[in-house]
Every structure is written in C-alpha cells, then in structure tokens.
Nanobody, 127 residues
Framework: QVQLVESGGGLVQAGSSLTLACVVSGRTLGSMTMGWFRQGPGKEREFVAGTTTLRGSTGYRDSVKGRFTISRDNAKNTVYLQMNSLKPEDTARYYC????????????????????WGQGIQVTVSE
C-alpha cells in the first residue's frame, strides 16, 4: 500500500521560506511522477509543482515560478517543495501526490493523473 506523508508546514510571515517534505512508502519513488497541489478555502485544488522521471522534467504554475523549487531524493524516497518569498495568496493546504510512471511536464499538471494522495499540510502566510 502506497502512503504519502507531508511535513514542514506552518504559519509564517510574508517573505519567509518553508520547505515541505513528502515521504513515500510502499513504492519506489524513482518510478513515480510526483506533484504538489494546494487548495485554499473555497477554491479548487490546483497544481503547484511536479517532477517526473522523464529526463527529470519539472513543472510549475506561473504564480510560483522563480519562488518555489521541487526536488526529489530517490534514496530517501522523499520529494521536497522549497518555498521562498511566500505571499499571503500562497496560504492553502498543500498536498503531495504520486502517479505511477513517467509523464510530460504538461500532463503532470492534471490532478486526475495522480492515484495516491497525502493528507495535506497547512501553510499559512500572514501579511
């Protein structure tokens, strides 16, 4: 059984940094496409960043490009989301998600691709 457990969230001030981590168990991370999604109050769950095994491709939503970085440590079965220069509009519950196999930088944005999801972790950015 595949399990994803997120950590690293919290309450921070605008301009601060946080690093989220997602530990995967039950499957080898190296064979999976991994994504971070977020859902704010009353909003749809949206793609934030993704990484796939296909040539190590990554993808980001426009609003986080240059501020967020997704990375993976296959030896630790862990994927990270480094978030810098946080803004109040980044406030949301952040979810780690996994899909079997490789995909494209375009397809990884579709949440329907992902089979496994973590419980999510709250990130709150104050003014």
């Amino acid at each position: 059984q595949v399990q994803l457990v997120e950590s690293g969230g919290g309450l921070v001030q605008a301009g601060s940094s946080l690093t989220l981590a997602c530990v995967v168990s039950g499957r080898t991370l190296g064979s999976m496409t991994m994504g971070w999604f977020r859902q704010g109050p009353g909003k749809e769950r949206e793609f934030v960043a993704g990484t796939t095994t296909l040539r190590g491709s990554t993808g980001y939503r426009d609003s986080v490009k240059g501020r967020f970085t997704i990375s993976r440590d296959n030896a630790k079965n862990t994927v990270y989301l480094q978030m810098n220069s946080l803004k109040p509009e980044d406030t949301a519950r952040y979810y780690c998600a996994a899909a079997q196999g490789a995909t494209t930088a375009l397809s990884m944005r579709d949440k329907r691709l992902y089979v496994y999801w973590g419980q999510g972790i709250q990130v709150t950015v104050s003014e």
